[in-house]
């Protein structure tokens, strides 16, 4: 804060305008200067975000014990170990929220930016939907007609088993029981059933 050597005419301080404006001026340029630089610097091109490819493992290691002790690697210890990020996180829920977050896409390349989808691929995506809808509704009644034709014919074969079986012991009820009746000097046993 510079004050001017102009004490002759009052006791209060005069500033030099011209000596500010001019260091506001060097200022501004200093600053036009930077943001020139980093422009004129490529920006890291991130690769759109994506589905995994493969399948998240958290069930690995559950339900098992392991001795850690301080040599024991980080990759080896309680917990879930991230091999992109070097981290480990102690729970499932948060090894989730971990790489589903922007500093693991980041260290995998990824901006967090979706691409933006075309109507075209939309309506390619609905009708490849409809297709397995229809496709698994097809083999589906195929597969469950199939099942039930079984199931009928070992239905109708065990109901045929039962009615040779019911003819065969009626049979042998009837000649059977005739036999031992005559040979015992009387006309049956009694039973009160008329044939």
């Known amino acids: 804060m510079a004050a001017s050597n102009n004490t002759y005419e009052d006791h209060r301080r005069k500033w030099d305008k011209d000596e500010y ?67 480990v996180v102690k729970d499932s829920i948060n090894f989730l929220d971990h790489i589903n977050g922007k500093k693991h896409q980041r260290n995998l390349g990824m901006s967090m930016k979706v691409e933006r989808s075309s109507l075209e691929q939309v309506q390619q995506r ?5 297709k397995k809808l229809e496709e698994k509704k097809k083999q589906y009644d195929f597969e469950e007609r199939m099942k039930e034709l079984k199931e009928d014919e070992e239905r109708l074969k065990v109901q045929r088993r039962e009615r040779r079986k019911e003819r065969k012991r009626k049979a042998n009820e009837d000649t059977g029981d005739s036999d031992i009746a005559a040979m015992m000097g009387f006309g049956g046993f009694g039973s009160s059933k008329k044939r």
């Open 21 to 87: 404006q001019k260091l506001a001026n060097e200022r501004l340029k200093e600053e036009f200067d930077k943001t020139e630089k980093s422009s004129t610097e490529k920006p890291v091109k991130r690769e759109l975000l994506k589905a995994r490819s493969y399948k998240v493992d958290l069930d690995s290691h559950l339900g098992k014990s392991v001795v850690i002790s301080k040599t024991t690697p980080a990759s080896e210890s309680g917990g879930y170990y991230c091999n992109v990020c070097d981290c």
């Open 126 to 130: 609905f009708e490849m939907n409809k």
